[in-house]
């Protein structure tokens, strides 16, 4: 306990309980002040999130409600010590806050943040509360401390233009916020005179939490815990081998990885110069595992000498590569039990990451060529787009096409993918696939075409483990293609319609191959037989597969089976493979070039928010169709149900058509259920003074069993929720006697004389030292009914709501 | 609708009303001399009461006329004590008014002579013509009930009251009376005209009276006795609830944009004194939100000081600023 003076904001005699504060002008300054270094802050906050719109909608939340309850909880505090106290609370909160929030987050739904910007987020919501109640001197102080602490934080975490230039704007306010602070505290020190007794709180604060401080340190250095205890309490300290997978920065990989500059020790999926070769499975290896294998020439096994186990296994191996080398794939397989054992060695088990948008179609393959049971390439080269290298910002791009080719293109899409376990040459492919980018590759030669028209490096037999893959692909918009005459048939086109390389090569793509001697056509087992000749009979034969057919891996054509297309039609179920294949084989009897694609399906739930990627796993593997709409545009569809459609790019107005269109469906196949919460809904707003004056009475009858006090507050509580759903509650300046006594006018003398004895005892209750004599409980109990039955809401009206 | 079988008698309601009041009839008889008085101005008259029994001192502040004097002088004769009256004029002296010493030229030596502040009830009429050096007289006599002269203290009485007059229209050689001997009254009251009826009654009472004739108003009580109800007053029951209510309203005196000078301590502390004359007179022994605004009006006009036109406006926006305490 010290003797010390008074500071100038306490002995002020114009100052409120003699603490106006050191700069009393000084409150919106230090709000405004603590509002700019949030601002500055939420900048920094957003720009390290995973997810910035979110995350910007999220903090600028958290600053509205905090700014806006502690105005409430300030507006509520009638004195400067219950001004210190909610103030306190409200700082308690804003510091749980964060953390709590996150927590639920991690646990409940995605979404996360690095724990040193939670800390952060609570150091500046705490100095937004202090802002608020920063009529009370030291707490306006502590928000300006606490926001150029945050300040300092910001500048050393970012480069941020943006955010610089607010610190910039928070230095030169801060320095105004001290001027005038200096000054008040000058003028006050003229007439400062007084000594007040007082604990000194900075070597209290201080030295309580030294000693704390000094206590822990004791006991986990002695009882050698610290390891435990501090395991982690930073993660982006480094030195434990403990990690938050939402770091943002540290001493570990963590599952951001960086490229590495010098001496690298290890590699991932990142822009580096390193290329490393490992054992990686080929797609065949995966739809082999997936669907299962193509069934072996019975005869020719037959004649052959039986061979030792251990060759067995060889001649499988030589059967799989023979295949890989004919480029075929068998719409015919035999489900055998997957060979899981080489990928669960894998230290990952993706194939492949892709970032950006999904859902996505990679293609890797494509076949032209059908002949009822298996699909294959006839090898013929097309007449493909020359590739050109451009340099964009010194980044290499390989254009496969020019931008806008087509009348469809509108818009275009990035994505990126990084080679994890895929052993391949060809760039998975998205549709439109415009041009691709990897980082150091600047030589023409690297990019090429394979036969079947998939973009590839022709010049290794694969591309590089964990090399990082650019795409930038074209979006289309189908609108033009459902309203024109479309396709152009075989038998339709003639040769000045298209251009030359694509006439010679469009047998390739159209039903004459083989299916011209089946009877009747397919097409006519479906209900597009009377559609239209466009885009939308596509749509049609797309949408009679996803609706009509079920998707099931185990239902695979015999191995006997002539012509899939026709059992899977009698079937009604099977793998996507059929799907596909029926699909190209119905388009190509209705007149359209198709060919089937094989490649990965990026899905939607295999997204990694924290990562920012998708992994794409072995089982992804997925075929479907594309279908030639001119020369070089082939556009994907998805026919099989449960996968979703490649995205087409919409307008706005296509978009707003399609949002009124899904809510109308929607409207009306929900239309009872609305129309019953509506009725019910309606029914509540109008009775609603009657149901909320039955649970108040209900709840006046409960809670007065405790005894007549309580009978008497709970039956002013009641009188004031009724003159609240009268529409004239009272006013805030007015007491329940004052207010209520109205109620007594032009009343009957029995309610007279109740409400005048009601009102005695109120008034006693609520501000008399003595409160009421217990023999008086039986009355009290009894007027209070009595006052409660005849006091109704329309009683209520008619004598308080001319008086508002 | 039908009253319960436990409803409480009249007479209960009695007990509630004056559980506290021992001094009821004095108080009923005080209130019945000054309502003959000064007719149809009932309120006032309660007022006046509550300055009394609070211990503090009146300022009018109307018109010629309005019966400011006849109020004083009935509350000087029911309180039976003695009554001085001061007509202030500028070239009134302090000691007009304190009283002097004068040099006796037989005995050889100094006599105080008691000046009108030695007495029960002061007037003091048109305060405002007397120059600031007299006003300030008053200071130490108003607010410490002793006088000062010559090194030499005297005492006044214990139930020394001041009711002072001014004349809010005539500003041509007056002196506004300063902020601090402003504070020194417990409140300021505005008689205004009688209604019709109040008119009436007065002109058929004063048929067949002389003009000049002097009425006097029986005593009630005695000095003492007004001293005993006094002290009583001051133990009139102040919850912490209102307390706080009442610090936030002068509080909120403080911080009102048109006021310059807000509420004191010394003056929050006559709001609760005058609250607490206002709960006995209503025959309470405790003090409501209801007794503070009240006596809100006639305490917080004679402090408050600042650019505006009607404090009445200033003191009921101060009122609607604060939340009366209710359920907290």
């Known amino acids: ?30 709000l405004l002040l603590v509002l700019i270094a949030s601002a500055t802050w939420t900048v920094v906050r957003v720009n390290a999130a995973w997810n910035p719109a979110s ?201 951001a990885m960086v490229a590495a500059k010098d001496e690298a020790m290890s590699f991932g999926p990142v822009e580096s110069d390193l290329f490393l070769d490992s054992d990686m499975p080929t797609l065949y290896d995966m739809f082999n595992d997936m669907y299962g294998e193509p069934p072996k020439p019975k005869k020719k096994l037959e004649r052959n000498i039986g061979l030792a186990p251990s060759e067995v296994k060889e001649t499988e191996q030589q059967i799989a590569k023979t295949e890989r080398n004919g480029r075929e794939f068998s719409a015919v397989r035999r489900n055998v039990e997957r060979r899981r054992q080489t990928l669960d060695d894998l230290k990952a088990p993706a194939m492949l990451y892709v970032v950006g948008r999904v859902p996505l179609h990679l293609a890797l393959e494509r076949f032209d060529t059908f002949d009822g049971r298996v699909w294959t390439h006839a090898g013929a080269t097309e007449n493909r787009p020359t590739i050109r290298l451009e340099t964009q910002h010194d980044k290499p791009w390989a254009y496969l096409m020019s931008v806008g080719s087509s009348f469809i293109h509108r818009g275009m899409e990035s994505h990126a993918v990084k080679i994890i376990n895929l052993k391949t040459n060809r760039f998975p492919s998205p549709p439109q696939l415009t041009a691709v980018h990897v980082d150091k590759v600047d030589q023409p030669e690297f990019f090429g075409w394979t036969d079947d028209g998939v973009a590839c490096m022709p010049v290794r037999d694969h591309i590089p483990q964990l090399t990082v893959i650019h795409l930038r692909s074209q979006g289309v918009n189908l609108q033009p293609l459902r309203g024109a005459s479309f396709p152009l048939a075989a038998s339709e086109q003639t040769t000045t319609q298209v251009g030359s390389a694509f006439d010679l090569d469009i047998d ?297 | 609708m039908s009253l319960p079988a436990a409803t409480p008698s009249d007479q209960s309601t009695a007990k509630l009303r004056t559980s506290s009041c021992q001094h009821q009839a004095a108080i009923d008889g005080l209130r019945r001399s000054l309502q003959t008085a000064l007719i149809g101005k009932n309120d006032i008259v309660e007022m006046v009461l509550a300055c009394l029994l609070a211990r503090g001192h009146l300022l009018f502040d109307d018109l010629p006329g309005l019966g400011k004097t006849t109020l004083a002088k009935a509350v000087a004769g029911a309180v039976g004590g003695d009554f001085a009256r001061v007509q202030c004029t500028p070239d009134l002296l302090p000691t007009d008014i304190t009283g002097f010493n004068m040099f006796n030229q037989k005995t050889r030596e100094f006599e105080f002579r008691r000046g009108p502040v030695f007495s029960d009830v002061l007037l003091a009429d048109e305060i405002n013509r007397a120059t600031p050096r007299t006003q300030s007289a008053l200071f130490e006599a108003m607010a410490e009930r002793q006088v000062t002269l010559d090194g030499q203290t005297h005492l006044l009485s214990q139930t020394f009251f001041v009711i002072a007059t001014q004349n809010p229209v005539e500003s041509h050689g007056a002196y506004p009376l300063p902020e601090a001997q402003l504070d020194r009254f ?51 029951a102040v919850t912490e609830k209102v307390r706080e209510y009442l610090v936030d309203l002068g509080r909120a005196t403080r911080e009102h944009k048109e006021v310059t000078l807000g509420l004191s301590p010394r003056g929050l502390i006559t709001w609760q004194r005058v609250a607490q004359a206002r709960a006995h007179l209503r025959g309470r022994d405790f003090v409501t939100p209801d007794d503070i605004q009240d006596v809100a009006g006639p305490v917080l006009e004679v402090r408050l000081a600042g650019d505006f036109d009607s404090a009445q406006k200033i003191v009921q926006e101060i009122l609607a600023s604060v939340d009366v305490p209710v359920f907290r």
């Not at chain 1, 955010?163 to 001290?178: F, I, K, P, R, S």
Request: hydrophobic letters at 45%; charged letters at 20%.
């Open chain 1, 1 to 30: 306990m010290t003797w010390r003076k008074l500071p100038a904001c306490e002995s002020n005699p114009n100052s409120t309980n003699g603490e106006q504060g050191p700069y009393p002008t000084a409150r919106v300054d230090t």
């Open chain 2, 186 to 236: 417990a409140m300021k009251l505005r008689i205004g005209y009688p209604d019709r009826r109040s008119e009436l009654e007065m002109l058929a009472a004063n048929i067949g009276v002389a003009e000049g004739v002097r009425r006097e108003t029986q005593p009630v009580i005695t000095p003492t006795e007004l001293r005993q109800l006094q002290e009583h007053v001051a133990k009139v």
């Open chain 1, 55 to 255: 995350t910007a909608v999220h903090a600028l939340c958290e600053l509205v409600i905090t700014t806006v309850v502690a105005f409430v909880l300030r507006r509520h505090a009638r004195t400067l010590p219950q001004a210190r106290c909610l103030a306190t609370i409200a700082v308690m909160a804003s510091v749980v806050y964060p953390l709590a929030a996150d927590l639920a987050m991690r646990s409940f739904a995605e979404g996360s943040e690095p724990f040193e910007m939670l800390m952060l987020t609570g150091l500046e919501l705490s100095a937004v509360v202090l802002a608020v109640f920063s009529h009370v001197p030291r707490l306006g102080g502590a928000a300006v401390l606490l926001s150029s602490f945050l300040s300092l934080f910001v500048m050393t975490m970012t480069k941020d233009r943006l955010a610089l230039l607010l610190t910039a704007v928070y230095g030169m306010w801060g320095l105004w916020w001290l001027m005038g602070a200096y000054w008040d505290r000058l003028a006050g020190a003229l007439v400062a005179s007084q000594v007040e007794r007082r604990i000194p709180v900075r070597v209290s604060v201080i030295g309580g939490t030294g000693i704390v401080l000094l206590l822990l340190a004791t006991l986990i250095g002695t009882t050698g815990v610290s390891a435990v205890s501090l395991h982690g309490f930073m993660p982006t300290s480094g030195g434990t081998q403990w990690h938050d997978s939402h770091a943002r920065s540290g001493v570990g990989d963590g599952d």
């Open chain 1, 508 to 804: 390739r793509f159209t039903i004459k191959t083989f299916g011209s001697q089946r009877q009747p056509p397919l097409w006519r087992r479906s209900p597009v037989e009377n559609s239209s000749r466009n885009w939308q009979q596509v749509e049609a034969v797309v949408e009679w597969l996803r609706t009509e057919f079920v998707l099931d891996p185990n239902c695979p054509a015999p191995e006997d089976c002539p012509d899939v297309v026709a059992y899977f039609l009698h079937a009604k179920r099977g793998p996507d493979y059929l799907f596909a294949t029926t699909a190209a084989v119905l388009l190509r009897e209705l007149g359209y070039q198709t060919r089937l694609v094989t490649g990965f399906y990026a899905r939607r739930d295999r997204f990694d928010r924290r990562a920012g990627q998708t992994t794409v796993l072995p089982e992804d593997v997925h075929v479907w169709v594309e279908v030639g709409v001119d020369e070089n545009t082939w556009l994907a569809i998805e026919p099989t149900p449960g996968y979703e459609p490649p995205r087409e790019s919409l307008t706005w107005r296509q978009w707003a058509t399609i949002a009124m269109r899904d809510f109308g469906r929607w409207f009306v196949e929900h239309l009872a259920v609305l129309v019953g919460v509506s009725v019910l809904f309606v029914l509540l707003f109008v009775a609603r003074c009657v149901w909320l004056d039955a649970v108040a009475v209900g709840v006046c009858e409960v809670m007065g069993l405790r005894s007549s006090r309580a009978r008497l507050r709970w039956t002013m509580r009641l009188l004031e929720w009724r003159a609240w759903l009268a529409g004239c509650p009272r006013p805030r300046r007015h007491t329940i006697a004052a207010w209520y006594s109205r109620l007594a006018d032009n009343a009957p003398p029995d309610l007279q004389l109740s409400m005048n004895h009601f009102l005695c005892w109120a008034d006693r209750l609520l501000y008399a030292p003595t409160g009421i004599d217990p023999s008086e409980d039986a009355t009290v109990k009894s007027v209070c009914r009595f006052v409660a039955a005849a006091c109704t809401r329309q009683h209520l009206a008619r004598n308080l709501c001319h008086f508002k």
